[in-house]
C-alpha cells in the first residue's frame, strides 16, 4: 500500500510539474522519480527532450576526450575538492561541479585514478578548497547530522570504499572539515594512510553525514585501482592490455537547461523533512563524467571495470548487437543479440573462476571487473548497445524508459581482429568458509518509517535506530561472526560494511506481516513458527567473491559471513580498535543520509 501511494504521489506532482515548468525552469518540481513516473518518453527519441532543458543528442560525446588524472600512489599525493564547470555533454552549457584533483585545473568528475600497488601504503592529504559558503544544493537540516553543520562553508570528509585502513583515515561521517576551519567531532587530520593489501579496483568518494548525497551528486567521487605486479605477470597470456582496459564509472543525473544538475529542492513529505526524498533517480546516465557516451573499440576482447556510482538507481546491465533495425534512435529492447559478460572479478579482487553471464546487476557502490569479446560479432551486428533492464526503485519500481535504458554505445572499427585468449578455469584462491569458527551471529532489521498522514517515507534506519543511537554492534578483532539483514522494508538495500571484504552466503524469503505482528521467529524457538516461508536461495557465484556491497532484497534475510581481519585471515597491519570506529549502512545515499546507517567498534 505504501508503495502504490507514493508511486501515486509522484505521478500527481509529476502532471503538475509539467505545466509549471512552462513559467520557468526554477518553478519546475525537482522530483527524483518525474520522468519515471510517466510513458511519456517511450517513442525513444534520438535527442532526448526532457523539459525544460535543450534536446540532449545520444552517443555523440566520445568517451576517449574525457581526461582524467592517473596517479601514481606509491608516492605522497596531496588532492584538493575544488569547484569548477565541467562539460557533461556536447549541447549542454558547462555544469557546477565540487570535484577532486591536483589542481583546479586538472579537477574533474570523476576524480584522479589514484593507482596503488600491493604492499606499498599510499598517503593522501585531503585538502578542502571550496570557497562557497553554503552547498550548492539544499541541506535538509532536519536530517541525521544536518543539523550540527558547520557556520560556513562546504564540509568534505573522504571515504575509501572497499580499502582496510584505520578509523582514523577511514572517512569518519563525524570527520568532516571546511576551508575555513571549522572541523567535525571526530576530525583527527587530513592526512591519510592507505594500506593496500589486494588486487581490487575499489573508489572514493565523500562521507559527510547526513550529506554524502549531495556532495556525490555534486562530483566528489573518483577511481582507486589496487595493482599487483606478480598476479598480472601470471595473467599477462589472456589479460587484455592496458590500452584495452577502460574503467566505466557509471551514475545518472538530471540537467536543467543551463547545465546545471537538478536536485530536488522540496522533499516528499516536506512537513517533516523540507528538503529529503527517499531516492534521486535521474532521467540521463553519465558515463565517467559524460553523457550518454560512444567509444570506439577494435574487434579484440575488452577489460571493463564497473562502477555503481549512481546515489539510488541500479542498472541491469547487457551489451546488446545493434543491427539496421535498431537506428537510428536504438529503441530497446534492441532486436541483436546479447554478447556474453565474463566476469573476472567484483568488489575485493579476482573470483575464483570467471563466470559467464548474459547480464550484471550493479548496484550502487559495488564493482565488477569484466571481459567483453568484441572479436567474433555476427554479421549484422553493427555497434554494440550497454542497455539497461533495471526498474526503479529496485525491485518493483517503474521500468526504465527508452533514455534511462540506454547507457553507452561501442563503435565498432575496421582494424586487425585480434582472436580472443582462452580464459583459464581457475583465476585464483578462495578458502571455504569454516562455519565452526563463528564465534557470533547477528541480527539486523532494515527498517522504514512511513509519515503518519501521507503514509509515505521519513526515515530509514537499521533495527529503528537512528545513526547517533549508542552503538551495539562491538566484534571482536581476528574473530569470525555471521549477521543477518532482515529487510522488511519495499525497497532492495546495497549493504555496505566499512574496513572489511565479507563474503555472501545466502539470501531466504521470510513473512514480513507474520514477523511484525510477533507470530513467528527466526531463532528456532519452539514457541512459535519459523518465520521463512522457503529455503535458502544461494548467492550467485558472482558474489562469491570477496564483497562490500552486497544486495539486501526486500521479504528476505540476507546472510553474510564477516571476518575481522585482513581476507587472508591476518591481523590488521594496524590497530583497528582506536579512533572513532567504522560503520556500516545501506549505500543508497539518501537512505544512508537519513539515518540508515550504524556505528560499530572493534575490541581486542
Not at 534492441?334 to 572479478?345: A, F, N, R, T, W
Request: glycine residues 8%.
Amino acid at each position: 500500500m505504501a508503495s502504490f501511494l507514493r508511486s501515486c504521489f509522484l505521478l500527481v506532482v509529476f502532471i503538475f510539474g509539467l505545466t509549471a515548468a512552462s513559467i520557468t525552469a526554477q518553478a519546475e518540481p525537482r522530483d527524483r522519480r518525474r520522468l519515471q513516473a510517466t510513458p511519456a518518453a517511450t517513442a525513444g527519441p534520438k535527442c532526448v527532450n526532457a523539459f525544460p532543458r535543450r534536446p540532449l543528442c545520444k552517443f555523440v560525446n566520445n568517451l576517449a576526450t574525457r581526461v582524467i588524472e592517473t596517479l601514481d600512489g606509491t608516492k605522497p599525493l596531496t588532492i584538493g575538492a575544488y569547484q569548477i564547470y565541467q562539460k557533461f555533454h556536447r549541447d549542454l552549457p558547462p555544469t557546477k561541479q565540487y570535484a577532486y584533483g591536483t589542481s583546479a585545473q586538472k579537477a574533474s568528475y570523476p576524480g584522479p585514478t589514484i593507482v596503488g600497488r600491493v604492499g606499498i601504503d599510499t598517503t593522501v592529504t585531503w585538502e578542502n578548497k571550496l570557497t562557497d559558503n553554503m552547498h550548492m544544493f539544499k541541506v535538509d537540516p532536519t536530517i541525521m547530522m544536518g543539523y550540527k553543520m558547520p557556520s560556513k562553508g562546504v564540509p568534505i570528509v573522504v571515504h575509501r570504499h572497499g580499502g582496510s585502513q584505520q578509523s582514523f583515515y577511514d572517512g569518519h561521517p563525524l570527520a568532516w572539515f571546511t576551508q575555513y576551519g571549522e572541523k567535525g567531532p571526530t576530525y583527527t587530520t587530513n592526512v591519510y594512510k592507505y594500506v593496500n593489501d589486494e588486487a581490487s579496483t575499489i573508489w572514493y568518494h565523500d562521507h559527510v553525514g547526513g550529506m554524502t548525497r549531495l556532495n556525490v551528486v555534486a562530483g566528489l567521487a573518483g577511481l582507486f585501482i589496487v595493482t599487483d605486479p606478480k598476479v598480472e605477470a601470471k595473467f599477462a597470456s589472456w589479460m587484455p592490455p592496458a590500452s584495452r582496459t577502460v574503467p566505466l564509472a557509471i551514475a545518472d543525473r538530471l540537467f536543467f537547461a543551463d547545465g546545471s544538475i537538478n536536485y530536488p529542492t522540496v522533499g516528499i513529505v516536506p512537513s517533516v523533512h523540507p528538503n529529503w526524498v527517499p531516492e534521486y533517480l535521474g532521467d540521463t546516465n553519465i558515463v565517467n563524467g559524460l553523457v550518454w557516451p560512444f567509444l570506439k573499440v577494435r574487434p579484440a576482447m575488452y577489460r571493463f571495470k564497473l562502477l555503481g556510482a549512481s546515489n539510488a538507481r541500479l542498472y541491469d546491465l547487457r551489451f546488446v548487437c545493434a543491427q539496421r533495425a535498431d537506428y537510428p534512435n536504438f529503441t530497446p529492447p534492441l532486436k541483436g543479440s546479447v554478447l556474453d559478460i565474463i566476469q573476472i572479478g567484483s568488489d575485493g579482487g579476482y573470483l575464483a573462476k570467471p563466470v559467464y553471464s548474459k547480464s550484471l546487476l550493479l548496484i550502487p557502490g559495488a564493482r565488477h571487473d569484466v571481459l567483453v569479446d568484441f572479436s567474433n560479432l555476427p554479421a549484422n551486428c553493427r555497434d554494440v548497445i550497454l542497455t539497461n533492464s533495471a526498474p526503479a526503485p529496485y525491485p518493483a519500481g517503474v521500468a526504465p524508459d527508452a533514455n534511462i535504458g540506454l547507457v553507452m554505445r561501442f563503435v565498432l572499427t575496421n582494424r586487425k581482429r585480434f582472436p580472443a585468449p582462452a580464459i583459464p578455469n581457475q583465476i585464483s584462491y578462495i578458502p571455504p568458509l569454516d562455519y565452526k569458527t563463528v564465534a557470533n551471529v547477528r541480527w539486523h532489521r532494515l527498517m522504514e518509517e512511513m509519515d503518519p498522514k501521507t503514509n509515505l517515507p521519513i526515515r530509514v534506519t537499521i533495527d529503528g535506530l537512528g545513526f547517533g543511537d549508542p552503538t551495539k554492534d562491538f566484534p571482536k578483532e581476528n574473530s569470525n561472526e555471521i549477521w543477518n539483514f532482515i529487510n522488511l522494508s519495499v525497497d532492495a538495500h546495497p549493504i555496505h560494511l566499512h574496513l572489511i571484504d565479507h563474503r555472501p552466503i545466502s539470501r531466504r524469503p521470510f513473512d514480513v506481516m507474520a514477523y511484525n505482528a510477533g507470530r513467528c521467529t527466526f531463532t528456532g524457538k519452539k514457541t512459535k513458527p519459523s518465520c521463512f516461508t522457503g529455503p535458502r536461495i544461494w548467492v550467485d557465484p558472482s558474489e562469491k567473491g570477496w564483497k562490500d556491497t552486497t544486495l539486501a532484497y526486500p521479504g528476505q534475510v540476507l546472510t553474510i559471513w564477516t571476518g575481522w581481519h585482513d581476507n587472508n585471515g591476518l591481523s590488521f597491519k594496524f590497530d583497528s580498535t582506536v579512533g572513532p570506529g567504522y560503520v556500516y549502512h545501506c549505500h543508497m545515499l539518501e537512505h544512508e543520509d537519513n539515518d540508515m546507517m550504524r556505528p560499530y567498534k572493534l575490541v581486542k
